[in-house]
């Protein structure tokens, strides 16, 4: 079955800089890939999403990276805020099939300090 | 359109007892999946419900179990509780698959003395 291994587990970074949070994957059948930000006490929230057949993804401030051949894609956040501040987990799993269920990676608690 | 909701909030129960949690997808949501988190483990799928069959499940034992109805609403069960049961349980809806894109609830956390 599919494994997600996410790194780093915490993340401190100033106000105003970039923040990178990486992942990979294990099932090369895998082609949709979220992320979702938590919030102290809060449910996660889905903050952007890639389907295999694009290289990359922009909403603003974040970005999200795939590589397949490497099975690995990674968040990127710049001109990062203290609002920022949350739990980030990646999540992979193939699209369009029934069978298929989002496998969680452990989660990167990024921490940004005024 | 309401989002996913959970009840109740917050139960605290103790060891041998059994607990039931409900779960109401977004209006029109077909697919309910079920995940249990806590510090260690993170996110854990526990199972999928689509058109009131359980189409997925994950490795957890058979204490745990769950049903959807007819409109979707999904409840889980956890029978003959133990202290490592204690986690927030959280549920999401999409359309029709658990690859497309999953809305959490706000989560049950559970307490077990």
């Known amino acids: 079955g599919e494994n997600v291994e996410q790194h780093p587990s915490t993340l401190s970074v100033q106000e105003g800089d970039s923040a990178v949070i990486k992942c990979t994957y294990s099932?090369?059948?895998?082609?949709?890939f979220p992320w979702y930000k938590q919030e102290l006490g809060k449910r996660p929230q889905l903050i952007i999403d890639i389907r295999s057949n694009v290289g990359e993804k922009k909403d603003q401030r974040i970005a999200v990276t795939l590589n397949k051949t490497a099975k690995h894609f990674s968040l990127h956040i710049t001109e990062t805020q203290p609002e920022d501040s949350a739990v980030y987990f990646c999540a992979a799993t193939s699209y369009g099939g029934s069978q298929g269920n989002l496998i969680f990676g452990k989660g990167t608690k990024l921490s940004v300090k005024p | 359109k309401a989002g996913v909701t959970q009840t109740p909030r917050y139960l605290i129960k103790t060891r041998g007892q059994q607990v039931t949690l409900s779960c109401s997808p977004i209006s029109g949501h077909r697919s309910v999946s079920w995940y249990q988190q806590t510090p260690g483990q993170g996110l854990q799928f526990l199972f999928e419900?689509?058109?009131?069959?359980?189409?997925n499940k994950g490795n957890f034992p058979g204490r745990f179990s769950g049903r959807q109805f007819s409109n979707s609403r999904s409840e889980m069960n956890v029978s003959t509780l133990e202290l490592g049961d204690s986690a927030l349980y959280l549920c999401?809806?999409?359309?029709?698959?658990?690859?497309?894109?999953?809305?959490f609830g706000p989560g049950t956390r559970l307490l077990v003395l």
């Open positions: 999401a809806s999409s359309l029709e698959r658990p690859g497309e894109t999953q809305y």
């Open positions: 099932d090369s059948a895998s082609n949709y």
């Open positions: 419900y689509f058109s009131e069959t359980q189409r």
